[in-house]
């Protein structure tokens, strides 16, 4: 989703997936050095390239609880967000503690019809992410079945 997002703004030049995740150390190389070095510093690579490494979601997640408490952060799957968009709009308005409210009607603002991934890129994937998944699924205390 995010290299298809980059190819259709424009941004991301490499021909494919693979490649694209094939140069994704290259391109970060240094990045996260000087983004923890200067708080004012934007990686450009980093925001535009980091296929995999934004991809790995506990760690993003300890950053936010070394800010928040556990029970102060509310994790979602986008695919029940737009499943059943209602139903999960109404969880997040409960877990802010907010009055109940419902908007008109709900829009899908960033729909793609992406085509279907590589079946090889696709195990390249599920074996890259499953040892961060599974600490994923261990932090979360549920398995969100990514591995399919």
């Known amino acids: 989703s995010h290299y298809r997002h980059e190819v259709r703004k424009g941004r ?3 021909s494919s997936l693979e490649e694209a995740i094939d140069r ?7 990045e996260m050095e000087r983004m923890l070095a200067d708080e004012d510093y934007y990686s450009f690579n980093h925001h535009r390239y980091s296929y995999l490494s ?3 979601y506990i760690d993003q997640l300890r950053v936010w609880a070394d800010f ?3 029970e102060q952060i509310l994790v979602l799957e986008s695919e029940d967000f737009f499943a059943d968009t209602p139903v999960v709009f109404k969880q997040v308005v409960e877990f802010l503690n907010m009055p109940d409210w419902e908007p008109r009607e ?3 603002y960033n729909r793609a019809n992406n085509p279907e991934m590589e ?3 696709r ?8 040892p961060h998944n599974r600490e994923l699924y261990e932090y979360l205390g549920r398995d969100l079945d990514w591995d399919r």
Do not use: D
């Open 24 to 30: 994704e150390e290259q391109r970060l190389r240094g």
């Open 123 to 130: 195990k390249r994937l599920i074996k890259f992410f499953e």
């Open 119 to 121: 079946s090889a890129t």
């Open 68 to 70: 928040f408490p556990k």
């Open 12 to 14: 991301e030049t490499s």
């Open 54 to 56: 934004r991809g790995i």
């Open 106 to 108: 709900y829009r899908n």
